[in-house]
């Protein structure tokens, strides 16, 4: 070799990595270059150093209970397939999504494009609605309930039929919410005055 | 661990890629001819896999993190990441470098969520000497005596206490070369980046260690 080596070649001579033809060009070039083989004894030296501080190989400790805990890993990843398996891909994946959108637009034009089923009553001033006779609940049992609807007289009137006679002494106050005098604050009052309450 | 009839076989792992196995059966390489045999679901071969590479795999990560439990569950969890990948691994590169490749995967993750974890709180400890649990040191390989043994131990906590201080691309970077003898190709492939990047860490990273090392470097 008669040029200089690149930077990499260099390199991988210094740190004896060159092989064959290579290696052989190199130390030809290296017989004129003494710092080049210092060089590279210097790097040998320092790994002869780091490698018998440092082993490349240690022993885990309990190394059999170390197969073993593997071994029992990849066991319980065979008895778990469907989580261990990669899912592949599938043209269901991509219908699907493409789908319901084409459900949701279909869907959405009828919609747009429907006309209601009852008849409408024009009721002036009133939006528009479809009567639908509504659906009455009684909470006893034994109770009718009828409804009256009339929109001319915009009224409509629900009747019980069966629901016992409310006594006259029933007190109706005491079945609505009243306001109950509370302590506004603990430390009033330390003059001996009662408490001023608000009006609630 | 030795192959047993209830062991399961992975009918589903469809190796991928040049792992034919009658090919790596005839051939020097004892690596591909297990990797082969657990491609097809033969978790004995594997389990030999792991026995082979269990070793390196460990002290590559205790030399990352310093703690020694740590790495013992960080290094089990490269091994069974890598049964869950093994059905992908071509043997375009060495087994071996494959593992550390997923140990460099397993260590940055960990380190990062310690990081989120400990979020708020002081969380230098992360990598620093001071996390080294001084009871984890073991004995190099090799048959040196006493004196010997005793020369290296204390040098290598130097060189642990030094390595601790680098960051950690460059602590790996030095780990793989000088102490795993990875070529710098394989250590590009590992740290993924380009064997410029891994030459620039390198040179950066022995001399700061270098320098941390003088007395005990030119003494030797």
Same mark, same amino acid.
């Given at each position: 070799?008669?040029?200089?080596?690149?930077?990499?070649?260099?390199?991988?001579?210094?740190?004896?990595?060159?092989?064959?033809? /290579?290696?052989?060009?190199?130390?030809?070039?290296?017989?004129?270059?003494?710092?080049?083989?210092?060089?590279?004894? /210097?790097?040998?030296?320092?790994?002869?150093?780091?490698? @018998?501080?440092?082993?490349?190989? /240690?022993?885990?400790?309990?190394? /059999? *209970?170390?197969?073993?805990?593997?071994?029992?890993?990849?066991?319980?990843?065979?008895?778990?397939?469907?989580?261990?398996?990669?899912?592949?891909?599938?043209?269901?994946?991509?219908?699907? &999504?493409?789908?319901?959108?084409?459900?949701?637009?279909?869907? *959405?034009?009828?919609?747009?494009?429907?006309?209601?089923?009852?008849?409408?009553?024009?009721?002036?001033?009133?939006?528009?609605?479809?009567?639908?006779?509504?659906?009455?609940?009684?909470?006893?049992?034994?109770?009718?309930?009828?409804?009256?609807?009339?929109?001319?007289? @915009?009224?409509?009137?629900?009747?019980?039929?069966?629901? @016992?006679?409310?006594?006259?002494?029933?007190? *109706?106050?005491?079945?609505?919410?009243?306001?109950?005098?509370?302590?506004?604050?603990?430390? @009033?009052?330390?003059?001996?005055?009662?408490?001023?309450? &608000?009006?609630? | 661990?030795?192959?047993?009839?209830?062991?399961?076989?992975?009918?589903?792992?469809?190796?991928? !890629?040049?792992?034919?196995?009658?090919?790596? =059966?005839?051939?020097?390489?004892?690596?591909?001819?297990?990797?082969?045999?657990?491609?097809? !679901?033969?978790?004995?071969?594997?389990?030999?896999?792991?026995?082979? +590479?269990?070793?390196?795999?460990?002290?590559? $990560?205790?030399?990352?993190?310093?703690?020694?439990?740590?790495?013992?569950?960080?290094?089990?969890?490269?091994?069974?990441?890598?049964?869950?990948?093994?059905?992908?691994?071509?043997?375009? %590169?060495?087994?071996?470098?494959? =593992?550390?490749?997923?140990? +460099?995967?397993?260590?940055?993750?960990?380190?990062?969520?310690?990081?989120?974890?400990?979020? !708020?709180?002081?969380?230098?400890? $992360?990598?620093?000497?001071?996390?080294?649990?001084?009871?984890?040191?073991?004995?190099?390989?090799? !048959?040196?005596?006493?004196?010997?043994?005793?020369? +290296?131990?204390?040098?290598?906590?130097?060189?642990?206490?030094?390595?601790?201080?680098?960051?950690?691309? +460059?602590?790996? %970077?030095? =780990?793989?070369?000088?102490?795993?003898?990875?070529?710098?190709?394989? $250590?590009?492939?590992?740290?993924?980046?380009? $064997?410029?990047?891994?030459?620039?860490?390198?040179?950066?990273?022995?001399?700061? =260690?270098?320098?941390?090392?003088?007395?005990?470097?030119?003494?030797?």
């Amino acid at each position: 070799m008669n040029t200089n080596p690149d930077e990499t070649t260099l390199a991988l001579w210094l740190e004896d990595e060159l092989h064959g033809d /290579e290696l052989a060009a190199m130390e030809a070039w290296a017989r004129n270059e003494p710092e080049q083989l210092a060089a590279r004894e /210097e790097l040998r030296r320092w790994k002869g150093m780091m490698a @018998a501080a440092l082993p490349a190989s /240690e022993e885990p400790p309990y190394a /059999e *209970f170390f197969n073993g805990r593997i071994r029992t890993a990849i066991h319980r990843q065979e008895q778990e397939p469907a989580a261990a398996t990669p899912r592949r891909f599938s043209w269901q994946s991509v219908l699907m &999504p493409l789908a319901a959108c084409a459900g949701m637009a279909l869907t *959405f034009w009828i919609g747009m494009n429907s006309r209601p089923a009852a008849p409408e009553i024009d009721v002036a001033g009133a939006p528009k609605a479809i009567p639908v006779d509504p659906i009455l609940y009684t909470p006893e049992r034994g109770v009718k309930a009828e409804w009256f609807s009339s929109p001319e007289a @915009a009224a409509t009137v629900i009747v019980l039929n069966g629901v @016992a006679a409310i006594p006259d002494s029933m007190d *109706f106050s005491a079945t609505a919410a009243t306001g109950e005098l509370r302590e506004i604050d603990a430390t @009033a009052g330390v003059d001996g005055n009662d408490t001023e309450t &608000p009006d609630l | 661990m030795n192959k047993s009839s209830d062991e399961p076989s992975n009918p589903t792992r469809e190796p991928v !890629g040049s792992a034919d196995p009658d090919a790596a =059966l005839s051939g020097p390489d004892e690596d591909f001819r297990l990797v082969a045999l657990a491609q097809q !679901g033969d978790l004995g071969s594997y389990d030999a896999l792991v026995t082979r +590479h269990r070793g390196r795999i460990f002290a590559m $990560i205790r030399n990352m993190i310093h703690q020694e439990a740590d790495a013992w569950d960080l290094s089990q969890e490269v091994f069974i990441k890598a049964w869950n990948a093994l059905p992908r691994f071509e043997a375009k %590169a060495r087994f071996s470098t494959w =593992l550390y490749r997923i140990a +460099h995967n397993v260590v940055y993750d960990w380190t990062r969520r310690r990081k989120i974890e400990s979020a !708020g709180e002081l969380n230098d400890e $992360i990598f620093e000497r001071e996390r080294i649990d001084s009871g984890s040191f073991t004995t190099p390989a090799g !048959g040196d005596s006493p004196d010997e043994t005793m020369a +290296h131990g204390e040098l290598r906590e130097k060189i642990e206490a030094a390595l601790a201080k680098l960051s950690p691309e +460059h602590r790996e %970077a030095v =780990l793989l070369k000088d102490v795993q003898g990875l070529a710098y190709k394989e $250590i590009a492939e590992v740290m993924e980046c380009s $064997i410029g990047t891994v030459m620039s860490r390198l040179f950066y990273a022995r001399q700061k =260690l270098q320098t941390m090392l003088k007395d005990e470097y030119e003494s030797r």
